[in-house]
């Protein structure tokens, strides 16, 4: 099943954002290889160019490591994929900060609410 992509972020980042997820999450574990741009492309119905420049990114911030012919493998790096988790929370509070500023709830209130929801 192809996956379901916004129009609010460009198609390539929500793929990395999707690979990067896998990593954190242990789907896809320190040294092991992941699929291929064809897999991913024809998993996610895109073209391959478009998981190719999220593949380039991810190796430019040393997510994932080309071994030439023998495919791509996610870094062994723990402070690298430390770096990427604490982005990827960074990004995430922005976006609900922004959120919450906008319904003109407090940084008090919000701190609250995530107390009393994270019970």
């Not at 954190?24 to 998993?43: C, D, F, H, K, N």
């Not at 040393?62 to 493998?73: A, D, N, Y």
Request: proline fraction near 3%; hydrophobic fraction near 40%.
């Amino acid at each position: 099943m192809a996956w379901k992509f916004s129009s609010d972020k460009p198609v390539y980042l929500q793929i990395s954002d999707r690979i990067v997820k896998r990593v954190l999450s242990g789907e896809y574990a320190a040294r092991e290889q992941i699929p291929t741009v064809r897999q991913i492309a024809l998993e996610a119905a895109v073209n391959p160019n478009t998981v190719q420049h999220a593949f380039s990114d991810l190796e430019n911030e040393g997510l994932i490591i080309s071994k030439g012919t023998l495919g791509r493998f996610v870094t062994e790096d723990t402070e690298v994929v430390a770096l990427c988790k604490r982005k990827m929370a960074e990004q995430l509070v922005r976006d609900f900060v922004k959120e919450m500023e906008e319904l003109s709830i407090t940084k008090e209130e919000t701190i609250s609410l995530i107390g009393e929801v994270m019970e």
